[in-house]
């Protein structure tokens, strides 16, 4: 059967094969696992032969980008899951919320500068530093 639901040709099957082969050997391991689904919603939908391409390749995009991101964060070995969104800014009122926000767009890394974190104990200094390294992760930085 073929991801129609029909009975597959020959011809049909070795070519449905040799396409899975083909992306198998290029380590496109998701759009070969997703190929049958899209194959399936090409027919449903009526999807174009460019369509179907740009649907299956972004999976795979899709797919690699999550593992970047994965292997990023685990080589950043932070120590908490904070974001700076989370910063409770009514705990810690000394800071100043336009200064963090723009500290949260990066700019600096693009400037090569550097950030430096002062104040007395519980303020948010490490929550913010977390923060940061998170949001430049996030934004295809390797950190540590």
Not at 15 to 36: D, F, I, N, S
Not at 111 to 130: D, R
Request: net charge negative; aromatic share 6%; glycine share 8%.
């Amino acid at each position: 059967m073929n991801p129609e639901g029909e009975p597959m040709t020959v011809g049909v099957a070795g070519v449905y094969q040799q396409l899975r082969a083909h992306l198998a050997y290029l380590k496109l391991g998701t759009a070969a696992e997703e190929l049958p689904g899209v194959l399936e919603a090409a027919r449903t939908e009526s999807l174009t032969p460019t369509a179907v391409l740009e649907r299956l390749l972004g999976l795979e995009v899709a797919a690699t980008e999550a593992r970047k991101l994965t292997t990023r964060l685990c080589f950043a070995s932070l120590p908490a899951p904070w974001r700076l969104e989370e910063l409770d800014y009514d705990a810690s009122p000394s800071l100043d919320k336009s200064l963090i926000n723009d500290l949260a767009s990066l700019r600096f890394l693009d400037q090569a500068s550097n950030v430096l974190l002062i104040g007395p104990p519980g303020v948010g200094k490490t929550h913010i530093a977390i923060g940061l390294a998170r949001a430049a992760i996030e934004a295809g930085y390797r950190t540590y």
